[in-house]
């Protein structure tokens, strides 16, 4: 995805986008009628009384506003609620639910539909037979606002609560570790970390302070072959950069070439769930934390988290590196270990006091290392001997420390 097509494609994630489409089309559908009033033949106005629409529309354009107001007071309760019982990192997954954006977009669609259609009738724009376009236009209208209610009571059922939006990051985070593992060098050439890199390369700083959120390896490939040089990508999305943080290693030294490697980095002041695995893990990751700290107290949900990242490290993807869409470019693979830190450490720290977390986070490891030992195991012993330190320090009673030590011989057993 192009720098380009990436900001379009989070534009049309944005709140008011989807309303201000449905609202520029509801005030084309209620002009529409102006212009197709000829076509209807005059003996059928009679069939629709001059103050149906009127009333319809009146009625319309009462309820929807009161509906709509109603409705963004559930969505803001909603965000509170998830800000403070889950994460605030996850609000941004229900601002960009498409049910919801919907639903607002039909209600502020309809009510501009019946108040463009009120002012147009006021003027006698439509006459007796755009009055039959409008009416039946009208009638389509209602149906379309019924459905939407029907989903919307439905989805209100759960929207904001703890184990939707836990499913919700479970979900994007899922199809960013997949489109990664896939593709772990993102089109590019691998770097490994053994590798050097060459002499007389010259670094590419950041004028930014933020994360990195997206990268146009399209941009920085077409760049590299116009330059015949080769491009060491030296970062990955979801890094923290800095002023003093290289984004890119080539052979030149032209400000012009330093400025287009730049403009192909996206860098902002929160991370991206898009090309960034990472950052789902810890938004999962937080959410524990959070369940297992003393105001909340709810080590239910900390097990039902670990779960989902077992489910998360288990996904049986083939990585498929044969297809090197950018051989200019060189970039390294992410790291399982720091993917490791990022799901496990905190929950392992901060359920140290709790017997039931700790016992179902060696479960989680042995699970780990037992279906890919090559890929895992060396990192779920280190977190398994990690945790173990942590309840040692922690709880009190000998029994349940040999308990957990007990269930980490089976990390070492082949």
């Keep these: 995805m192009t720098k ?20 520029v089309l509801a005030v084309m559908t209620a002009l529409l009628a102006i212009v197709m009033k000829p076509f209807i033949p005059s003996g059928i106005t009679g069939l629709i009384g001059t103050d149906a629409v009127d009333k319809i529309l009146g009625i319309l354009a009462s309820s929807m506003l009161a509906v709509t107001t109603f409705s963004l007071n559930i969505m803001v309760s909603a965000y509170n609620t998830a800000s403070s019982s889950v994460t605030p990192r996850a609000t941004r997954l229900l601002v960009e639910d498409r049910t919801t954006q919907n639903v607002l977009a039909t209600f502020i669609g309809s009510f501009l539909y019946s108040l463009v259609g009120i002012v147009a009738l006021s003027m006698g724009a439509y006459g007796s037979q755009g009055r039959v376009i409008l009416f039946f236009v009208t009638l389509v209208v209602i149906v379309m606002i019924v459905i939407t209610l029907l989903r919307w009571i439905q989805h209100l059922a759960q929207f904001g609560r703890m184990a939707e939006t836990s499913q919700r990051v479970e979900e994007v985070t899922q ?3 997949v489109s990664r593992l896939q593709d772990p060098y993102m089109g590019c050439s691998p770097w490994h970390v053994s590798d050097e890199l060459p002499d007389s390369l010259i670094p590419v700083y950041a004028e930014e302070v933020g994360y990195l959120q997206h990268i146009d390896f399209s941009m920085l490939s077409d760049f590299a072959e116009a330059q015949g040089i080769y491009l060491y990508v030296a970062v990955q999305p979801g890094t923290f950069i800095h002023c003093s943080t290289p984004l890119a290693w080539l052979k030149t030294s032209k400000s012009l070439a330093a400025k287009t490697v730049k403009d192909a980095f996206t860098v902002d002041q929160q991370r991206s769930f898009d090309q960034d695995p990472r950052f ?29 990242l077992v489910r998360l490290f288990c996904l049986r993807v083939q990585p498929d590196i044969g297809d090197t869409r950018f051989p200019r470019l060189f970039l390294q693979k992410p790291s399982i270990q720091d993917m490791f830190d990022d799901a496990f450490a905190a929950i392992a720290r901060d359920g140290a006091g709790m017997i039931e977390v700790q016992i179902r986070l060696q479960k989680a490891f042995i699970a780990l290392a037992q279906f890919n030992a090559a ?40």
């Design 280 to 308: 789902g893990l810890c938004v999962l990751s937080e959410i524990a934390s959070r369940a297992l700290s003393p105001a909340v107290n709810d080590p239910g949900t900390a097990i039902d988290i670990i779960g989902r």
């Design 375 to 414: 890929r895992y195991g060396s990192d779920a012993r280190r977190h398994a001997e990690r945790a173990i330190a942590f309840a040692s320090a922690a709880i009190p009673i000998e029994t349940d420390i040999e308990r957990l030590r007990t269930l980490a011989k089976g990390l070492h057993q082949p």
């Design 175 to 177: 199809a960013a570790l």
């Design 4 to 23: 380009t097509q990436w900001i379009l494609s989070q534009l049309t994630r944005k709140l008011w986008f989807r309303s201000s489409l449905f609202a």
